[in-house]
């Protein structure tokens, strides 16, 4: 009797002390918080890339979408190109990003904790070359100044990889200036640079001021390549489902807007950017671009991007598709 007293004793002994080792390795391995979110910060860039964002802000859909679900504040964000973008982004400043795919890949060897959602467009760059100019090919290049995006951009990614495919260092034969759209415009207009690599609406307004003339479309370089996508960050992801749903069902939404009715899309983009309507309009008909949202149409060109990021030494090891993207919010809006 005594025996069995002291078996039960022990008994509970035990069950206390696993119930603690539980308790302690549960509070080790506490889930990620979920915090009330009240507001959204959106990123974008002045770009005909983008005029998605741009809709659903003039059409009151992102409040529309989003405020049943405790979203009382949505704030614009305005960057010149990615690589910026994806700073502010990464300091946490940023919870939805309309940037190039290549920044983004940078920053998520960086550390960024963000997957691609839903893509943007694909193509829609033009090398613009300074009136006066001689170019024939893309020999015709070697000891010009080019203006561009900063390193790991798209613009930046495109040229260096088409320079070396086309026997031209890009570090040796070219010299290439990172510089903001407004910048690059400025400098190939007062004879500083020899040519840019510049995403629209930049090549239609150089071309009607006089500046210079297209020579070799994006499209052209790297055929249906992506570049901008939209980007939402880790936290989004896991703890807020239900609002990342009502992002890129609205990204959806202002991208079919678009590609029914360009015309007010360039009015929604002019007055945005207070920029002449005729330049927004022509650079819509000649750019090589397409609005799109589906991001199984990018996956190749995105990974390819990484893998040539690699090799120029942007980022330290390849990223795959799994690293990139999340599809299922897109997938889900589908079914």
Not at 30 to 37: F, I, T, V, Y
Not at 68 to 86: H, R, Y
């Amino acid at each position: 009797m005594y025996n069995k007293k002291i078996k039960r004793i022990l008994g509970a002994v035990f069950v206390i002390t696993a119930m603690m080792a539980i308790a302690f390795i549960s509070g080790c391995s506490e889930p990620e918080q979920k915090e009330e979110l009240t507001e959204i910060n959106f990123g974008y860039q002045p770009s005909t890339h983008q005029i998605a964002y741009l809709t659903a802000k003039d059409k009151g859909w992102w409040n529309e979408s989003l405020a049943p679900l405790g979203i009382v504040k949505t704030s614009d964000n305005l960057f010149p190109s990615g690589a910026p973008e994806m700073t502010s982004m990464l300091a946490g400043d940023l919870d939805v990003a309309y940037v190039g795919a290549a920044p983004f890949i940078s920053a998520l060897s960086e550390g960024l904790d963000a997957k691609i959602v839903a893509a943007v467009q694909v193509q829609g760059s033009d090398l613009v070359v300074r009136t006066g100019v001689p170019y024939e090919k893309p020999e015709d290049l070697k000891g010009l100044k080019v203006a561009t995006f900063p390193p790991g951009t798209i613009q930046d990614t495109l040229l260096r990889n088409w320079l070396k495919t086309n026997n031209i260092d890009p570090d040796k034969d070219v010299t290439i200036l990172p510089m903001s759209p407004a910048d690059a415009v400025t400098a190939i207009s007062a004879g500083q640079v020899d040519a840019v690599f510049l995403p629209h609406p930049s090549p239609t307004e150089i071309k009607e001021k006089g500046y210079g003339r297209t020579v070799v479309k994006s499209g052209e370089i790297m055929p249906n390549h992506a570049c901008c996508v939209v980007v939402v960050s880790g936290n989004l992801i896991r703890n807020h489902p239900e609002v990342v749903t009502k992002i890129v069902e609205t990204h959806i939404r202002a991208t079919e807007y678009n590609n029914a009715y360009p015309d007010e899309a360039a009015q929604i983009y002019a007055a945005d950017q207070q920029m002449n309507i005729t330049i927004v309009r022509n650079s819509i008909k000649e750019w090589d671009g397409a609005w799109i949202a589906d991001p199984h149409l990018i996956v190749n060109s995105t990974v390819d991007y990484a893998n040539i990021q690699y090799e120029l030494g942007y980022i330290s090891k390849p990223l795959t598709e799994k690293d990139i993207f999340d599809m299922s919010f897109y997938d889900s809006l589908q079914k």
